[in-house]
């Protein structure tokens, strides 16, 4: 029960800053997940230990590094975002074990899902 209600809070908190935010939604959930109180709840919500936690914050601050790097070089801010997210993901799934990651991409889908419908509500 409190890990629901951790991942609840973690979508949650996605969901509210989504609201803050002015990039594309997949830049803008990259940005987030470097956030420390969201990575701290991440971490937390995935129950990693401090070797796990310490790759995790490498990898979410490369894939930043990477999708910046990309829009300086000229491609969409949308497809950086998304190369980014391949990377994030694919590099995750190194570190953490199959219950951890399958948490993670249920945490990733339903922030960016959550996210393209904020958008598309926005535009009506």
Same mark, same amino acid.
């Given at each position: 029960m409190k890990r629901l209600l951790v991942l609840a809070l973690v979508v949650f908190g996605f969901g509210a800053a989504t609201f803050a935010g002015n990039n594309s939604s997949t830049g803008s959930f990259i940005s987030k997940m470097n =956030?420390?109180? &969201? @990575?701290d709840g991440i971490a937390s919500y995935l129950g990693v230990n401090f070797d796990q936690k310490d790759a995790l914050h490498? %990898? @979410?601050t490369e894939a930043e590094r990477r999708m910046e790097l990309s829009t300086r070089k000229g491609i969409s801010a949308e497809d950086a975002a998304q190369k980014a997210?391949? @990377? =994030? *993901?694919g590099n995750a799934k190194r570190v953490l074990s199959n219950d951890q990651y399958v948490k *993670?991409?249920? %945490?990733v889908n *339903? &922030? %960016?899902n959550n996210e393209r419908d904020y958008e598309l509500f926005a535009e009506k």
């Open positions: =956030n420390e109180r &969201t @990575f490498y %990898i @979410f997210i391949y @990377f =994030n *993901l *993670l991409v249920c %945490i *339903l &922030t %960016i």
